[in-house]
């Protein structure tokens, strides 16, 4: 008795033997594939919180004459004990930047709330040392013959901090190294979903012309409105 041919079609189908290439495409592929899912949220979720900061901070900077605080100045003013004013008793040597003595910039920590890191500028009357920092400003003066100390902080606001972050303006080495790991993420993260849409694509007609637009708007928006 003889199957039906369906059934034979099927059973032949069901039955009809790979290649050895084939399977070796097959689980290729799907290496691949495992492995951009896995860099493509690893990436994401290692940019994630950055990319929440650096989009809201996009904003405010695009708007930053409407959202920008009044500026707070402190000023404070203080004496170097007699002890500490020797270390920086004037003395014959010419100009130079070098940091405070230990000591006083210690001293000035616990007095003016300042920090008293980073490099001074010494010359025969005063050492002047700049503090600028993310928001805001700040400032120490001492006088080298009577020991006077004053100082001044300045804070612009958590917008104008934030911002700055942006910016990577006054925020030291180590925040620029975050920066750039940062960027080495998004860049992961855009090439990784790039390569997903490709591999995805046949099945979604419109990711190519979304695509598209997505580079022609602002190209369009540059050539004609930016000059």
């Known amino acids: 008795m003889k199957r039906p041919l369906f059934v034979r079609i099927a059973s032949h189908s069901m039955h009809a033997p790979v290649s050895a290439?084939?399977?070796?495409?097959?689980?290729?592929?799907?290496?691949?594939?495992?492995q951009l899912h896995s860099w493509h949220w690893?990436?994401?979720?290692?940019?994630?919180?950055?990319?929440?900061?650096?989009?809201?901070?996009?904003?405010?900077?695009?708007?930053?004459?409407?959202?920008?605080g009044a500026p707070q100045t402190v000023e404070k003013s203080a004496s170097l004990p007699?002890?500490?004013?020797?270390?920086?008793?004037?003395?014959?040597?010419?100009?130079?930047?070098?940091?405070?003595?230990?000591?006083?910039?210690?001293?000035?920590?616990?007095?003016?709330?300042?920090?008293?890191?980073?490099?001074?500028?010494?010359?025969?009357?005063?050492?002047?040392?700049?503090?600028?920092?993310?928001?805001?400003?700040g400032w120490v003066s001492i006088d080298r013959h009577s020991g006077a100390v004053t100082s001044e902080a300045t804070s612009r606001g958590w917008i104008s901090y934030l911002n700055d972050l942006h910016k990577g303006r006054n925020t030291g080495t180590v925040w620029k190294w975050f920066i750039d790991i940062f960027a080495v993420a998004c860049f992961l993260f855009a090439l990784t979903g790039l390569l997903l849409l490709q591999l995805h694509a046949a099945k979604r007609p419109s990711t190519w012309p979304l695509v598209a637009i997505g580079l022609a708007i602002p190209a369009m928006l540059a050539i004609i409105f930016i000059h």
Request: positive net charge; without cysteine.
């Open 21 to 34: 290439a084939q399977k070796k495409k097959k689980s290729r592929k799907a290496f691949w594939l495992k």
């Open 42 to 68: 690893i990436s994401s979720a290692i940019s994630l919180i950055g990319l929440l900061l650096f989009a809201f901070t996009g904003i405010t900077l695009n708007h930053a004459a409407d959202v920008e």
């Open 82 to 137: 007699p002890a500490l004013l020797k270390q920086v008793a004037p003395d014959d040597a010419p100009d130079a930047k070098k940091p405070l003595p230990p000591g006083i910039a210690a001293w000035v920590q616990k007095e003016v709330g300042q920090r008293g890191d980073g490099e001074a500028e010494w010359s025969a009357d005063e050492i002047y040392l700049p503090l600028p920092r993310p928001g805001g400003d």
